[in-house]
């Protein structure tokens, strides 16, 4: 395969490990934790891994390892340093015994379904050291949670003689992890099941996960080509530019790009839920910021949308609520497409239906019938950035008639999500991954399973980050899934008394009025350290 510039220098770059994994590791243990929520009912649904303690590693004695092969998953959609996390863990088994295998399944976690792999050679490793993607094996959506799937699993992984099996998602995958390490450790199938926590959504994180991976270097990618577009907006002077950025549920994508480039809009998900706004509500926050610009002569601005907005909008997450009840009962379940979308709106009630019929048909359709595997709403695929903008066009001109106006109101949209989930990682995401991957090692080395690895103190030096392990359990709480409560691990959305948030809230009148626009350019991967080893803005914020 013919390849760039960039990947032959950047295969020579070694990430770097926390000092506790340099050498031979012990395991320091915590006291017995707790889930973050609903207690008794997650203790009773997992009895096997349940209460476990928190692990910290530090410097241990050498010790001799049995040859063991270890399996490895990449589940849900892609991030930035996937192919560093295989390339430490691959390191690091083969550390404990080079006769040590490493097996990828194919496609995601289908592919252990259907004893679909193949073994990561050290010569394909080599191949995909510090890149981008998760095309080594590829990735997939397949949620595991029948245990048919869990024994057509055991099957294969048997056969392989894999002892441990390591799951690369996020929360929903890392919530199918725990399912399967409980379900191998009833059965005493001898099994381990480790997670690793991946999304570019940066909502997988806790007291105990500081990032997922990904994050840094999607909001990077994304911050150069805002920059790009406010340096393009800000020379012709013209156009506002409407830009939706992926994240799913979570606005953390939005606010850190929003801190990285200064746009003059920038709008929260939560923040939208908290004050119970409405979709007129927002427009109007949006039209007002445009007509003051336009009132100074400046028809030209930025506004950043997170993905996931329109579900935050009370009116419409209530809407959801009942739509995913309706279509999860079995007479919904057995209908066509066209015949669900009758079947709707003949039992919502009435309120939800108002709001149903008020949103363009494109809208609700989507809103109404595509759910991915997990049951979410495929925010992805709903054009929240045109539906604001045409009605702040409608309400600009109502203003206009009304002489509260004066100004052009030209538009461009974009949709920034795929262009950042499979970047060259960033040094920041490279070393990180690398070292989750090389820790997952140490954590089945030492008999663990229902943990995720994780790395901590990550604002810090590398060779001060720490490495351990959190019991997945400890995460969960119950929620309501596809009509049924189910045990899942918490999402973390944007928290409006969080430094990044506050922060962000403190500067956003004067980044409105003013064109205070920041141009973070490329991500680099060589020169000055502060130019290319800087963790993103929101864990600068966090951890001040
Ligand atoms: P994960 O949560 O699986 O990491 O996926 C994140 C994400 O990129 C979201 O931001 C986005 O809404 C979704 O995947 C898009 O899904 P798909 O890749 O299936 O189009």
């Given at each position: ?15 770097k490990l926390p000092k ?407 040094n920041y995401?490279?070393d990180?991954?690398?070292s ?21 103190n990550t604002t810090a030096p590398a060779t001060d980050w720490v ?62 350290s502060?130019?290319?080893d800087?963790t ?9």
């Amino acid at each position: 395969m013919e390849k760039s510039a960039l990947q032959i220098a950047r295969a020579a770059y070694k990430p770097k490990l926390p000092k506790a994994l340099l050498g031979p590791v012990a395991a320091r243990e915590g006291k017995p934790t707790q889930s973050v929520g609903d207690q008794d009912e997650i203790k009773k649904l997992f009895p096997n891994t349940y209460g476990m303690p928190v692990i910290e590693f530090e410097a241990g004695e050498p010790q001799t390892y049995a040859p063991f092969n270890v399996g490895i998953i990449l589940s849900g959609g892609q991030a930035p340093g996937g192919h560093n996390v295989i390339s430490g863990l691959f390191d690091g088994v083969k550390s404990l015994n080079p006769a040590n295998k490493l097996y990828g399944f194919i496609l995601g976690p289908g592919g252990l379904v259907d004893h679909n792999y193949m073994e990561i050679t050290p010569e394909l490793m080599d191949e995909y050291r510090n890149t981008g993607g998760f095309d080594i094996i590829g990735s997939g959506r397949t949620k595991l949670e029948e245990e048919d799937q869990f024994e057509k699993g055991i099957q294969i992984l048997r056969q392989l003689g894999i002892k441990a099996l390591v799951i690369i998602g996020g929360d929903d995958s890392n919530t199918n992890a725990c399912v399967l390490a409980e379900y191998y450790a009833a059965k005493k199938y001898g099994v381990q099941v480790i997670g690793c926590p991946k999304t570019i959504d940066g909502d997988l994180k806790n007291e105990q996960i500081e990032t997922s991976f990904g994050f840094d270097t999607a909001c990077k990618t994304y911050s150069e080509l805002i920059g790009n577009i406010q340096r393009d907006c800000n020379s012709a002077r013209k156009y506002w530019h409407f830009i939706k950025l992926m994240g799913r549920s979570a606005s953390h994508i939005a606010l850190e790009c929003a801190l990285q480039c200064q746009p003059n809009i920038c709008l929260v998900s939560e923040e939208v839920e908290a004050k119970a706004m409405s979709l007129d509500d927002v427009v109007t926050y949006i039209a007002q910021a445009v007509a003051n610009r336009a009132a100074e002569g400046n028809n030209y601005g930025t506004v950043l949308i997170p993905e996931g907005l329109i579900e935050f909008v009370p009116a419409i997450k209530k809407l959801i609520a009942e739509l995913n009840d309706i279509l999860a009962t079995p007479e919904a379940q057995n209908l066509g497409r066209s015949e669900q979308i009758d079947f709707v709106k003949a039992h919502l009630a009435k309120d939800n239906l108002a709001v149903f019929n008020s949103l363009p048909t494109s809208v609700a359709r989507q809103l109404a019938l595509d759910r991915d595997p997990h049951g979410n709403v495929q925010v992805s695929l709903i054009e929240t950035e045109k539906l604001l903008s045409q009605m702040v066009a409608a309400k600009l001109d109502q203003w206009k008639k009304e002489g509260k106006y004066v100004g052009k109101f030209g538009t461009q949209h974009h949709f920034f999500g795929y262009e950042g989930r499979c970047a060259a990682p960033s040094n920041y995401d490279a070393d990180y991954c690398y070292s989750l991957g090389y820790n997952a090692s140490r954590l089945i080395a030492n008999g663990k399973t229902g943990y995720m690895s994780v790395i901590k103190n990550t604002t810090a030096p590398a060779t001060d980050w720490v490495a351990g392990g959190v019991p997945i359990t400890m995460m969960m709480n119950m929620e309501k899934r596809n009509g049924k409560m189910k045990p899942v691990i918490r999402k973390a959305l944007v928290e409006l008394d969080g430094a990044p948030f506050k922060y962000f809230a403190s500067k956003r009148a004067e980044w409105a009025k003013q064109t205070a626009y920041v141009y973070p350019g490329p991500i680099q991967y060589w020169g000055p350290s502060e130019v290319c080893d800087q963790t993103t803005k929101t864990l600068q914020l966090e951890h001040k």
